[in-house]
């Protein structure tokens, strides 16, 4: 099992989205996530996305990068440019890649469904990539359907 850490500011919105879409359509992959500045509680509009995709955990809450730092990660991603730049140092056997999202909070329900459709389309084979490099993805990799 690979484990993968999903970095934003808030742990509110993107990283949890992007935590629970990960948990939900990659297999052999559990990830977790935090905030550089967590809010401590995650928006209503990404928990109702989580649950129309069938990807949501009572567990899933709002939590600190320092809650992690006793962990180890495969791969460690950051989604919003504060985390990028406010990343702690990992050893160097952790793969660390950016890939920035633009913060849908205070916007509508749509904009976090459109976030989610994004984040399959553009995070999710790309971290397929990191994790599993060369190995054929339709050999069984997905538990479901990105689209």
Known sequence: MKKVLILCTGNSCRSILAEGLINRYLANVEAKSAGSRPKGEIN?????????????????????????MGEDFDLVVTVCDNAKESCPTYPSKTKVIHIGFKDPEGEPLEAFLDLAQKMKRELLPVIEEKLFGDQDFEQGLRKGPHA
């Open 44 to 68: 209503p509009n990404a928990k109702k996305v989580l649950e129309q995709e069938g990807a949501w955990r009572d567990t899933y809450r709002s939590k600190s990068i320092d809650e992690m």
